[in-house]
């Protein structure tokens, strides 16, 4: 197949950089590929909302910037925080555009909440399912495209690059193409090659690497690992955002419900295990302080307590009103027999975003030529240490703005390349045992829960780092000798994303945002960005 904009993933920043493409080079053909159905993306499950300055008379972009750098503990990137900030108001008027519709109130203004690390009420949503919302109206607006081709089921493998062409291609390679991907249609189960003048990488974050995460089974980092794998520069993947309040839901240690940070916004208070509203004993800013803060704090508690959780006390709430703003969170609660207004709620931190990723410029280019990424797999510098609450999809839809600027700038200087050859899968066979793989993913998302969680150290870096070589070691002879299967291909991608988080914690000596290692408990005079 040949295209000439090709897109992987279907979450904000694919989609929206999709319609504008589409848009803007109405003769030029627009593929989307996803790996399973097109709405299953972290965006779906996205709650609280999308922080935006759209309220000068109440705010102003210099506390948005403060707020964002202030959590970012002095990594941010200040030129790009400037940037997401004061674009990012255009952005979201384009996907009201597009058919988005944000909650408003009496009056007929849009209602703003709060969230931790925010000075001011900017939060826009749709109840406590803004990304469902924003899903649903991104995927009408693609229906209506000409030119957009959405293929569901079609797993990308790797990235096509001169490697292809048996070209060495070495991190010291400064002039790496890509020109194309290679994707396990799953509908064939067969390997095809898709060849395109421009690629760009949304796939996403990669909270499957734990145990416990908010994050949705798609979340396995496979653009992370697949950019790595051909030799592209990624940063800061130490940086693993876990989000305080999931629900703690005994006998679930998958995926998380989400009590969204909005709760707090709105009064809810963290209480431990003998009713003290702890987070005063931690931070001024109490309930509200930024994420890294108090996820630390609820594990502390959790650990002097000997808990698994410690409660979100919304006892003091109006039914009506937290019915109005959270009628899912309501439902879901009820589900398992909490009534919000009688019980607390149990809530435990879970893995929840990954602050680093693909490094990029300001215009989302990679370290591979014709190669863009956004969104969660990528590092613009936007977060820092430490993503302020709902700033991540304000940040895909200006950088999937500012990616098909560049990308369309250059598409008519760009030809495909014919000589790639096809997927070779000769010598390979079924895999006897799917045990190999399942049991192989158990361990490492025990390894980085256990030895790379909220709270490091150098010795449980090291045990990590050799439980994920043996891993990668046994993986990888499976990958030579198997047929390719989507849960082999993400264990894959798992082990290299987990080899990248304890590779640039072991490399950050010192505690930093989300990073914090008990054996170097303060931070650093040198402020790094961690490349890898
Ligand atoms: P995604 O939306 O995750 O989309 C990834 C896409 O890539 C999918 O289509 C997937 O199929 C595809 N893909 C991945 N790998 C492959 C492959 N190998 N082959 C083919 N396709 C592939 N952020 C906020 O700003 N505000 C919030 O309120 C908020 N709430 C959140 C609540 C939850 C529960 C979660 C999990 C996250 C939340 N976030 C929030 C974070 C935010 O939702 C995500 O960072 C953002 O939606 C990511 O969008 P994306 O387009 O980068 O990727
Ligand atoms: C939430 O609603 O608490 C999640 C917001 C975010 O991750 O930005």
């Not at 959405?150 to 010291?172: E, P, R």
């Not at 095809?192 to 690629?199: G, H, Y």
Request: with cysteine.
């Amino acid at each position: 197949m040949q295209t000439d904009f090709l897109v992987i993933g279907s979450g904000i920043a694919g989609l929206t950089y999709a319609l504008k493409v589409a848009e803007k080079c109405p003769d030029k053909k627009v593929t989307i590929i996803t790996k399973t159905t097109a709405d299953e993306t972290n965006t779906k499950y996205a709650q609280g909302g999308i922080a935006v300055v759209n309220d000068l008379e109440n705010d102003s972009y210099d506390k948005h910037i403060e707020d964002t750098l202030i959590s970012g503990d002095g990594l941010c990137n200040e030129q790009v925080v400037e940037i997401v900030v004061t674009e990012g108001p255009e952005r979201v008027d384009e996907i009201i555009a597009w058919g988005t519709d944000f909650d408003k109130n009496a009056e007929g203004d849009y209602k703003r909440g709060k969230e931790g690390g925010h000075s001011e009420n900017r939060i826009m949503h749709h109840k406590d399912v803004t990304g469902k919302e924003i899903e649903r109206a991104l995927l009408k607006a693609i229906e209506n495209a000409p030119n957009i081709e959405l293929l569901n089921h079609c797993f990308v493998v790797d990235i096509i690059t001169q490697h292809h062409l048996g070209y060495l291609v070495t991190k010291s390679t400064t002039n790496i193409e890509s020109f194309g991907v290679y994707v396990l249609n799953l509908r064939s189960n067969q390997i095809e090659k898709i060849l395109a003048k421009i690629t760009l990488l949304a796939t996403g974050g990669n909270g499957q690497a734990y145990r416990t995460t908010t994050n949705p089974a798609i979340a396995t980092g496979d653009g992370v690992a697949m950019f790595y794998r051909a030799k592209g520069k990624v940063e800061n993947m130490e940086f693993i955002q876990f989000h305080p309040t999931a629900l703690f839901e005994p006998g679930n240690r998958g995926h998380a419900f989400l009590i969204t940070e909005a709760v707090r916004g709105d009064g809810g208070i963290l209480r431990n295990i003998h009713g003290e509203a702890f987070m005063e004993r931690y931070d001024t800013r109490k309930d509200l302080a930024p994420r890294d803060i108090v996820a630390r704090a609820i594990d502390s508690e959790m650990k002097r307590n000997g808990t698994e959780h410690v409660f979100l006390d919304c006892r003091h709430f109006d039914r009506e009103n937290f019915v109005e703003h959270f009628p899912n969170i309501y439902s879901k609660c009820l589900s398992i027999g909490i009534d919000i207004t009688q019980q607390m709620i149990p809530v435990a931190p879970a893995a929840h975003y990954s602050c680093g990723g693909i490094k990029t410029d300001e215009w989302g280019r990679t370290s591979i030529q014709h190669l863009y990424a956004c969104g969660e797999c990528a590092s613009t510098g936007l977060h820092g240490a430490n993503r302020l609450a709902s700033n991540s999809l304000l940040e895909a839809l200006v950088f999937a703005h500012r990616c098909f600027i560049d990308a369309t700038n250059t598409i008519n200087n760009l030809h495909l390349n014919e000589q790639i050859p096809d997927w070779n899968a000769q010598g390979t066979s079924e895999p006897r045992e799917m045990i190999l793989i399942t049991q192989s993913l158990k361990e490492v998302q025990m390894v980085m829960s256990d030895y790379v969680g909220i709270v490091r150290n150098d010795i449980r870096l090291q045990r990590a780092i050799r439980r994920l070589d043996l891993l990668f070691e046994e993986t990888q002879q499976l990958y030579q000798s198997s047929t390719v299967s989507p849960q082999l291909l993400e264990l894959r991608n798992l082990i290299t994303v987990g080899y990248l988080v304890v590779k640039g914690a072991t490399l950050r000596k010192e505690s930093r945002g989300l990073h914090y290692n008990t054996d170097y408990p303060e931070k650093s005079n040198l402020v790094q960005n961690i490349i890898l």
